[in-house]
């Protein structure tokens, strides 16, 4: 009988790779499975929810103080830059085994995802980045390992880049429709968000870190290009007040920059990669309620469908439904 196998598979999805596990790996206890979970479940609840925050930290009207994306991205890297000093200064800003290119596309998940993200939240609903970022973020990934490393992927997977495509076009078709400028302005800087996501995950396979030595690496250099874009354009930063801005460094930052990433670690460690990455499919479905829930973002029918066939998309790229399939 073959080894079991443990799916290489990063924090964020996408394409795997088999490796063997020791014969008795399969057999966790119920205080690890338990722990798992609940790792998981707090990083994708964190997920979810800096999609509804950023939403509405870059919307002004019912506050009247907008940031702007690089405020976004400088609240959501300069905490855990600091936090994960000890990391990235033990690793290095630029890992010796590492070259230049390589860390630059690593990179693609720091200042790049930020800006293109809170750009697109300045005019489209956090359900429809639920669909659009964390669902087409895999497909970005197939299509740059079919492109560089020429992987291929089994009908299961194939199936799931179709939902994704199918949430795609719940979203564009109805849009164009209708003539939505801000659905069609603010879309394709979410895909490209979804873009450099998938960057830093071919990268991150590849690179040799653990997830909180990239996490760590890649804060600390979105930092310090963010605070120099920030000194020749300003930002909102200084209208905001002290209880918000605590506020917005606890959530952007703390929370998302470095809990979720720490959390995360463990559901991999305790659960497997494939199985704590398919719970990532929870992301849309969680942004989109907690849109209507703390925003009063109404669900329309286009968007219900995008949601639900992103998720479903994601669930099969990531083989939540390996199992099943193998059973028939």
Known sequence: MPPLLELDLDMTTGVKEGKPLEPNAGRADTTTLTLGYGAAAIAVTIWAAWIVFTRYSVDAAEKGVALTPIDIGLLRFAAPALLLAPVWLKVGLKPRHMSWPHLFALLGWGAPFALFAAAGLQTVDSGMMGALTPGTMPIFVALIGWLTFRE???RVRQFGFLLIGLAVLAVVIPAVARGDEAVLR???YLLG?????????????RSGLGPVEAAGIVAAWSTLFLGAAYLFVGGALPELSTQS????IFSQGVLSGAISVVTFAVAIDKLGPARAASLSALVPVLAALMGVVFLGETLTAATTV???AASFGVAFVNGAFDGFFAKR
């Not at 968000?193 to 396979?205: D, K, L, M, Q, S």
């Not at 801005?245 to 917005?248: E, H, Y």
């Open 193 to 205: 968000a979804a873009f450099c996501w998938a960057v830093f995950t071919v990268a991150f396979r």
């Open 306 to 308: 995008a949601i639900v």
């Open 152 to 154: 291929t992927f089994g």
């Open 186 to 188: 603010g879309a394709p």
């Open 245 to 248: 801005l605590a506020g917005q």
